[in-house]
Each structure stands twice: as structure tokens, then as C-alpha cells.
């Protein structure tokens, strides 16, 4: 098992920042696909973005790509998500998830939602415009 806990939520003017983490505990950390993923009222839980186990590949929506960014220290058991030029259309809950690399999800499917399998308590965030 692996339990996921996020923080970093908040209310934030467009055109600003947030910076979101996700601190795991569980089982070896390194070992997990990490992502993040959002949920507006009345909308489906959509991807943002994903870091590979070891840090070397990370994968973004296009919608947040040059503006958000993905990270992840493996020695302290977090991932982070810098978010940077936040748009009103970036207000949503949003939800750290882990995957096993054993798993195999191939790269096409790192954004679907259905492939991860340990899932972070929601952190709100609001854009105002």
C-alpha cells in the first residue's frame, strides 16, 4: 500500500503561482509513476501532468504545458507540482496518484486516470480572475 497525502492548495489571483506537494509513505518510493490530476465542479477528472520513478521523464497536458512544471524528491518521498501563470480555467481539486513502473502502463496511457492505483486526498485550488 501506499498513502498519498497532498497539500499546497489555495486561492491565488490569475497570473500567479502555487506550488502543491504530494508526501508518500508506504513502499519504496522510486519505484512509482507519479501524477497529478485535476477535477473541476461538474467536470471529469482530467490529467495535468506525470514524472517517471526515477525523475527522468515527465509528461504534461497540453493545457499546463510552459506553465506548470513536475518534480520529485525521491529522498525525502515527494512530488511537487509548481504551478506558474494560473488561469481561472485552472480552478479544480487537484490529486496526487501513484502507479508501480512494474505495472508497465505504457507512455499513451500515463494520463489516464484508470491506470493509477494509490490516490492523495483532493487539495482545492482557485484561480480568481
Known amino acids: 500500500q501506499v498513502q498519498l497525502v497532498g497539500s499546497g492548495g489555495g486561492l491565488v489571483q490569475a497570473g500567479g503561482s502555487l506550488r502543491l506537494s504530494c508526501a508518500a509513505s508506504?513502499?519504496?518510493?522510486?519505484?512509482?509513476?507519479m501524477g497529478w490530476f485535476r477535477q473541476a465542479p461538474g467536470k471529469e477528472r482530467e490529467f495535468v501532468a506525470a514524472?517517471?520513478?526515477?525523475?527522468?521523464?515527465?509528461y504534461f497536458a497540453n493545457s499546463v504545458k510552459d506553465r506548470f512544471t513536475i518534480s520529485r524528491d525521491n529522498a525525502q518521498n515527494t512530488v511537487a507540482l509548481q504551478m506558474n501563470s494560473l488561469k481561472p480555467e485552472d480552478t479544480a481539486d487537484y490529486y496526487c496518484?501513484?502507479?508501480?513502473?512494474?505495472?508497465?502502463?505504457?507512455?499513451?496511457?500515463?494520463?489516464?486516470?484508470?491506470?493509477?492505483?494509490?490516490w492523495g486526498q483532493g487539495t482545492q485550488v482557485t484561480v480568481s480572475s
Open positions: 508506504g513502499r519504496t518510493f522510486s519505484n512509482y509513476t
Open positions: 496518484a501513484a502507479v508501480n513502473e512494474l505495472k508497465g502502463v505504457p507512455v499513451y496511457a500515463i494520463q489516464m486516470a484508470i491506470e493509477y492505483d494509490y
Open positions: 514524472i517517471s520513478g526515477s525523475g527522468g521523464r515527465t
